[in-house]
């Protein structure tokens, strides 16, 4: 551990830019984006911009060329756009996506955000979980498309053509739940288009699903287990998604948030 900072209470989504020289940190306790400055291996406290009333923001990213932030605004079921200057953001937009988001990645080119929906598509009775498809150069959702119960975490493989989306399922958290052996997590693999998602692949996961990763040459997802304790591993070959279970790393305590680098 080379520092610790504070960063608000109850954080949750953590960026970076590509520079790398800005951090921001969603703080879902004071709804606010707390920024931070980065420089060599330190960070330095920059302020932070508030987000409104029962804002709630629960994950942030930065679009690719770093110019504007996008906040998971769970609260209020928005995504709040925000322009970057330095070390300054402000306020410049919203969107919506979908009821109770919690995730958001952008496509490779920048011109989609693809965001998980807890609560299902903005409109209609149906609550099944979906990956909206903002456009954020119109700021509309162009594509909704369900896929399935609480889609918690999406990333994106290191080419930009498939999208991974973790899926709790409404798998129990705890073995003495009763129907602990009865329903796991899923993790689904889409083929990303213009604006669309094409499902290619789907596996059986664990319980207490968390985030996944992808290996630099998009052949393995790396999905966390919070319940069992594992990092579990996924071998993936553009049609298939295959557990390779001598592969699994396990812990002492939950794994709850992952990157590769």
Not at 116 to 124: F, I
Not at 160 to 175: D, F, I, P
Not at 197 to 202: C, F, G, I, K
Request: hydrophobic share 40%; glycine share 12%; net charge positive.
């Amino acid at each position: 551990v080379l520092q610790t900072v504070s960063a608000g209470p109850t954080v949750g989504g953590v960026a970076m830019n590509k520079a790398p020289n800005l951090v921001l940190a969603a703080a879902k306790g004071d709804g606010s984006i707390h920024i931070f400055r980065l420089a060599g291996k330190k960070l330095t406290p920059a302020g932070k911009v508030h987000l409104g009333e029962g804002a709630q923001p629960v994950d942030v990213t930065f679009a690719p060329d770093g110019r504007k932030a996008y906040a998971v605004v769970q609260g209020v079921s928005k995504i709040i756009v925000l322009t970057v200057q330095g070390s300054t953001l402000t306020v410049s937009g919203e969107m919506v996506s979908g009821r109770n988001p919690y995730g958001a990645v952008f496509s490779k080119d920048g011109a989609f955000l693809f965001t998980t929906n807890l609560g299902g598509a903005p409109t209609g009775e149906d609550r099944t979980g979906t990956v909206g498809i903002l456009d954020v150069k119109t700021k509309t959702l162009v594509g909704s498309v369900p896929v399935g119960r609480v889609p918690e975490h999406a990333t994106l493989s290191p080419d930009g053509k498939h999208l991974a989306v973790v899926l709790a399922n409404g798998a129990a958290n705890n073995k003495s739940d009763p129907n602990y052996d009865k329903v796991v997590g899923l993790l689904k693999v889409y083929a990303v288009g213009a604006g669309k998602l094409d499902q290619v692949a789907q596996a059986d996961t664990c319980h207490w699903a968390q985030g996944a990763a992808w290996s630099h040459d998009g052949r393995l997802l790396l999905q966390q287990c919070a319940a069992e304790h594992q990092i579990q591993v996924y071998r993936f070959d553009g049609h298939a998604l295959v557990q390779d279970k001598e592969a699994a790393i396990s812990f002492e305590s939950r794994p709850g948030s992952l990157a590769t680098g």
